[in-house]
């Protein structure tokens, strides 16, 4: 029987996360972000599934035994799930959960004790004729309603909680969003970071001037950025901001169905 805890049993989970790359399932555990937590058992669990709340971005840990069972109590509520750096023994499960299901590989960044301070203010130069602004709740309702950029508010499940916990830089013309650089998720001492770029705009730097102008209030504020690359443009973006590689770890992405693997995959990690 699966178990689905709360609260101060979902704490008890925090043993099972201490791989590195399970500091946003820490953050869940925590109750810092929203999420939904599954255990084989509800007092001693020796295996736990965390799903964030509003994306399909999960953490597994713990023994195999359970594996099939925590992953079935997926099925029916997000289209698509990625499972970040799952126990190699949770493999079968993982590949079993349906035809569509396979192995990706993202990139751990680092960033450096001190970020490049001087080149990050040279790249966070708006180009003419545009500004950069944090969002505020239009400029934010505009973003979501758009299929590009409906990621800018990161985990936060309102406009409100964005607005009241988030950080953010916009970059726009005219009032019109072009390039967007948010917090996506909020860790004890920074963000997670997420950018995206209006499709007509790519290969233009928006993406830089936007990344350099938050990497220099996060410095101003004495927080620090987490970035983890899903794709080459990313990996060399974050390069170019002033991170290094850490290291490459696997990632499971689950698609339901009835979805179109080719859609999920240039959703989750890019074209």
Request: glycine content about 8%; hydrophobic content about 45%; charged content about 20%.
């Amino acid at each position: 029987m699966i178990h689905t805890l709360q609260g101060r049993q979902a704490r008890a989970l925090l043993p099972l996360f201490a791989n590195p790359h399970h500091a946003i399932a820490v953050s869940c555990l925590e109750g810092r972000t929203a999420c939904r937590v599954f255990a084989d058992e509800a007092d001693h669990p020796s295996a736990a599934l965390v799903v964030l709340e509003r994306f399909g971005i999960g953490f597994a840990a713990g023994q195999a035994q359970a594996a099939e069972a925590l992953l079935g109590s997926l099925h029916g509520w997000h289209r698509w799930y990625e499972i970040i750096d799952p126990p190699p023994d949770w493999y079968p499960a993982l590949a079993a959960w349906s035809k569509k299901s396979h192995a990706t590989v993202r990139y751990a960044m680092e960033a450096d004790a001190a970020l490049p301070m001087e080149t990050l203010r040279r790249l966070a130069t708006p180009p003419e004729g545009c500004a950069l602004r944090p969002y505020d709740e239009a400029l934010l309702q505009d973003a979501l309603a758009e299929p590009w950029s409906e990621d800018q508010m990161g985990v936060f499940l309102t406009v409100d909680d964005f607005m009241a916990r988030g950080m953010s830089v916009a970059l726009t013309r005219d009032g019109a969003l072009l390039a967007g650089c948010v917090g996506f998720l909020r860790h004890k001492d920074g963000y997670e970071i997420q950018i995206d770029t209006h499709p007509d705009h790519r290969g233009k730097g928006y993406a830089t001037c936007v990344g350099a102008a938050f990497l220099l209030e996060m410095a101003a504020r004495g927080m620090k950025p987490y970035w983890d690359a899903a794709n080459p443009a990313s990996f060399r973006l974050a390069e170019k901001l002033g991170f290094r590689f850490q290291r490459a770890y696997p990632a499971w992405l689950l698609i339901e169905p009835n979805e179109p693997a080719d859609d999920v995959a240039k959703r989750v990690i890019g074209p």
